[in-house]
C-alpha cells in the first residue's frame, strides 16, 4: 500500500469514528476545543516541531523553548483563564474541595526563591497552570461527564490512528534508535515512553467506556458508540505492544482490573470492599518490590533487573539534590549545578550516554530534586485526599467513582519508573482530572445523582431518586 492510500484510508478512518461517536442529544460547550488543542499537543509533540522548524543551536533555546511554543500555549492559557473567569461561581466548590492542589502550586511558586534559574521556574510554573485551567474547563462543561467522554475520543480519535500510520508509513517522524541503536517505535510523540504514556491514559478510559456500554443495555445509539470506542481500543492495545512501554503497558492492565473489579456486584453493593481492593493491590508491589519478587516481574515484563539502568540513575541523583528539604526550585533541577555533578558522577560509572539524561525517571524522586521532602510531601498529601475523593464519588456513583480510583492508583504506580509528576505530562494531566472530577462527584456538584441513576438504568435495574427536586446544578442552566 502506498503512502498516500495509507493516509487517506487512515483519515476516513478517522471521520468515520467521530461520526459513529457522535451524539446531538448531549450539548457540550464550545469551549471544551480547548482542552481538547492543549491535549493533542500535550500528547504529541510542539507545533513547532511538527511544522519542522529547526532547533536553534544556541544552548539558550534549552532553557527557553520555541517562542511560537510559547504563544500557542499562552494563548490556550489566556482563553482557558477567560472561561473560568466566566465561570467563577462554579469553580469555586472545586478549588475549595481539592486545598492540597492549590497548596502544591502555590509551594511551587515560592520555590523560585531558591531557584537557580528563577526566570526560567516562572516561565514553567505559568506553563504549568494550563493543566489545573484546561483540567477546570473540562469539570465545569455543562455536561461534565459527558464532557471528559467528548474530550478523550476527540484526543484518541486523531493521536492513535495517526501513530499507527506514522510507524507503519512514515518511518522519519514514527520510529528513531535510542543511543545503543535499538529501533523505537514513536508515532506522533518523540519518545517510545510518551507515546506509552498517551497510550494508556487514553486506553484506560476507552475500557471504561466500553465496559459501561455493554452494561448499559437500554442506552440509545449504544451499538454505535460501541463500536467506536471498541475500535479506538483496538488502536491502543495494538499500540501499546509496539510501542514496548513496559510501564505503560502494566498500567494499563493493573487500571482496567480495578475499572472491571470496581463495577462487579460484589463490590458496589460494599463500597468498604474497595479499600480491601486498593490496599491489596498496593501490598502485592510493596511486597514484591521489598522482597525481591520485584526483579522477577521486571524480567518477565522483559526488562533487566536494576530496572534498564534506573536503579543507577536513581542512586547517582539522590546525593546530587541540591537541597533535601525544600530542592533545586520548580522544574529546576536540570538547569543547575546538580544536573552536571549527576551526569559526571555517571561518566565515572562508564554511562557513554548520559548527556542525554533529563529526567529521574522515578516521579518522586523528580520532585524531591525539584521540590525536596516537602514538596514529596504534599504530592502523597494530594494522592491520598484524591483517593479518599473518589472513594467518596465510587459511593455515589460506582461507574464513574471507579474510574477515578483507577487512575489515581495507576498514577501511583506508574511513578515509580517514570517521572509523570510535571507539568505537560498526560500522566499528570489526567491525575489531576481524576481527583478534581472525584471531588465534583463526591459533592453532588457533577451529577452525582442523576449518574447513578443512568448507571441504573443501563443495568436493567429501576432506581428512583430519594426526591424528584433537581440537581444543586442543572445542565441546562450553564451556558459558557
Avoid at 543551536?57 to 482563553?79: E, K, M, R, W, Y
Avoid at 510507524?167 to 514513536?186: C, Q, V, W
Avoid at 495494538?238 to 482490573?257: E, H, Y
Avoid at 501490598?283 to 533487566?304: C, D, E, I, N, W
Wanted: charged fraction near 15%; proline fraction near 4%; aromatic fraction near 10%.
Amino acid at each position: 500500500m502506498t503512502t498516500a492510500l495509507a493516509t487517506l484510508i487512515c483519515a476516513i478512518g478517522i471521520a468515520g469514528l467521530f461520526y459513529l461517536d457522535r451524539d446531538k442529544s448531549v450539548r457540550t460547550s464550545k469551549a471544551l476545543w480547548l482542552p481538547v488543542i492543549y491535549l493533542w499537543i500535550t500528547g504529541s509533540r510542539s507545533v513547532s516541531e511538527w511544522l519542522g522548524f529547526s532547533p536553534n543551536t544556541d544552548a539558550n533555546i534549552q532553557l527557553n523553548g520555541s517562542p511560537l511554543d510559547a504563544i500557542i500555549f499562552a494563548v490556550l492559557l489566556a482563553a482557558a483563564t477567560v472561561v473560568l473567569i466566566l465561570r467563577w461561581k462554579r469553580i469555586r466548590p472545586f478549588l475549595i474541595a481539592n486545598w492540597p492542589i492549590l497548596i502544591y502550586f502555590v509551594y511551587c511558586f515560592i520555590s523560585f526563591a531558591w531557584s537557580s534559574n528563577p526566570e526560567i521556574a516562572f516561565k514553567r510554573w505559568t506553563k504549568a497552570q494550563t493543566d489545573l485551567a484546561m483540567c477546570l474547563v473540562i469539570v465545569t462543561d455543562r455536561q461534565p461527564v459527558e464532557a471528559l467522554k467528548r474530550v478523550v475520543s476527540r484526543v484518541g480519535f486523531i493521536l492513535l490512528p495517526a501513530s499507527l500510520l506514522l510507524i507503519k508509513y512514515y518511518g522519519n517522524l514514527g520510529r528513531e534508535y535510542s543511543p545503543d541503536g535499538a529501533l523505537m517505535r514513536t508515532g506522533v510523540t518523540t519518545n517510545k515512553n510518551m507515546l506509552g504514556v498517551m497510550l494508556f491514559v487514553v486506553s484506560l478510559f476507552t475500557m471504561w467506556r466500553v465496559i459501561t456500554l455493554w452494561r448499559a443495555k437500554n442506552q440509545p445509539d449504544r451499538v454505535r458508540h460501541l463500536l467506536a470506542q471498541c475500535a479506538l481500543l483496538a488502536f491502543g492495545v495494538v499500540l501499546l505492544r509496539m510501542s514496548d512501554s513496559k510501564t505503560s503497558i502494566a498500567c494499563f492492565a493493573l487500571g482496567s482490573a480495578i475499572v472491571f473489579a470496581t463495577g462487579l456486584r460484589a463490590i458496589k453493593n460494599r463500597p468498604v470492599r474497595v479499600h480491601v481492593l486498593c490496599l491489596a493491590v498496593f501490598l502485592a508491589g510493596g511486597l514484591a518490590l521489598l522482597f525481591g519478587g520485584g526483579s522477577l516481574v521486571v524480567q518477565a515484563m522483559g526488562r533487566k533487573s536494576n530496572l534498564s539502568g534506573r536503579t543507577d540513575i536513581w542512586a547517582a541523583l539522590i546525593p546530587a539534590a541540591p537541597n533535601a528539604i525544600v530542592g533545586a526550585g520548580f522544574e529546576s533541577f536540570w538547569i543547575s549545578p546538580g544536573e552536571v555533578k549527576f551526569k559526571e558522577a555517571l561518566n565515572r560509572n562508564g554511562w557513554w550516554h548520559a548527556e542525554s539524561l533529563n529526567e529521574a525517571h522515578n516521579g518522586y524522586l523528580e520532585v524531591y530534586l525539584n521540590l525536596g521532602i516537602l514538596g514529596v510531601g504534599l504530592i502523597v498529601l494530594i494522592l491520598i485526599s484524591g483517593y479518599r475523593s473518589a472513594v467518596a464519588a465510587y459511593r455515589r456513583s460506582p461507574s464513574i467513582g471507579g474510574l477515578m480510583i483507577a487512575y489515581i492508583i495507576v498514577s501511583a504506580f506508574y511513578n515509580i519508573t517514570e517521572a509523570g509528576f510535571r507539568s505537560l505530562d498526560l500522566s499528570w494531566i489526567f491525575l489531576l482530572l481524576a481527583i478534581i472530577s472525584a471531588s465534583g462527584v463526591a459533592m453532588g456538584v457533577i451529577e452525582g445523582q442523576a449518574l447513578r441513576n443512568r448507571d441504573s438504568r443501563g443495568s436493567g435495574e429501576k432506581v428512583k431518586s430519594a426526591s424528584n427536586k433537581p440537581l444543586p446544578i442543572k445542565a441546562t442552566a450553564w451556558t459558557v
